[in-house]
């Protein structure tokens, strides 16, 4: 998947706020990436396409009918430019919108993307590499980030220093709720949650699908959980909150 951080700035560029803490930048980068490329192409076919954060075998889980992510890069120009992203010195990358905090009109070059990714790992080096490519496509610039799991450990989930990040779980076969609660919930912001800060406007949405589908008890029960997993895979579809890729065919993670 690529893990997204919505926390207000990063360590690398403090006083500015980050292009992904913007709900429209999250969208445009969602609509820049062609699951279905990266699935035939990087992953050789080997691998199941995914909307949410739930594996295949979970399928039933899945909001009824699903919300898939689109591949429309006219669509992602579009909203940057809505959003107030324009290459107004015409060297051919994105200013800042002229009221970002910290980085009013400033080019992208100058605050990129910054997008991590495993060195040691050919795939999400290839996938991590095909997202600095499409952004670059549309025109706002981006900081590659070529590390070992020592530097990503540091970088990632010390510091939070990211704005993307090719993240890759192993999930197995685990009850839905158990995992996703301790990935989303703001209660565990800093330790197991490296995505959404407990100061987002929308925390409280989704903190309490969580809540309500990790403490269903009977008469719920199961039914009860699934109807607040469906409830948050909206949520996480509506908010951008990561956008997951695919789960291997043979290895049971995303």
């Given at each position: 998947e690529y893990t997204i951080n919505h926390n207000?700035?990063?360590s690398s560029h403090p006083d500015a706020m980050s292009p992904t803490r913007d709900e429209a930048v999250r969208s445009a980068i969602s609509y820049s990436v062609d699951k279905e490329y990266i699935i035939n192409n990087i992953l050789e076919g080997n691998a199941n396409r995914i909307d949410y954060p739930i594996l295949p075998a979970w399928q039933s889980w899945w909001p009824d009918p699903p919300y898939p992510h689109r591949y429309n890069l006219t669509r992602a120009i579009e909203i940057l430019n809505d959003r107030g992203f324009i290459d107004i010195d015409?060297?051919?990358?994105?200013?800042?919108p002229p009221d970002w905090p910290g980085a009013a009109g400033a080019d992208t070059t100058e605050y990129p993307l910054r997008i991590v990714f495993r060195i040691d790992d050919p795939i999400r080096y290839?996938?991590?590499?095909?997202?600095?490519?499409?952004?670059e496509s549309v025109g706002f610039a981006t900081e590659p980030i070529a590390c070992t799991s020592e530097q990503v450990y540091e970088i990632v989930f010390l510091n939070k220093d990211y704005h993307v990040y090719i993240g890759s779980w192993d999930l197995g076969n685990v009850y839905p709720p158990v995992y996703l609660r301790p990935a989303y919930h703001s209660s565990f912001w800093c330790t197991?949650?490296?995505?959404l800060p407990p100061s987002l406007p929308y925390s409280h949405e989704i903190d309490e699908y969580l809540d309500r589908a990790y403490f269903a008890n009977y008469p719920d029960g199961a039914e009860g959980a699934k109807h607040y997993i469906q409830l948050f895979c909206k949520a996480h579809f509506n908010h951008t909150v990561t956008i997951p890729l695919a789960a291997p065919r043979v290895l049971e993670y995303w």
């Open positions: 207000y700035s990063i015409g060297n051919g990358w994105l200013n800042y290839e996938i991590g590499m095909y997202l600095v490519s499409q952004m197991s949650n490296i995505v």
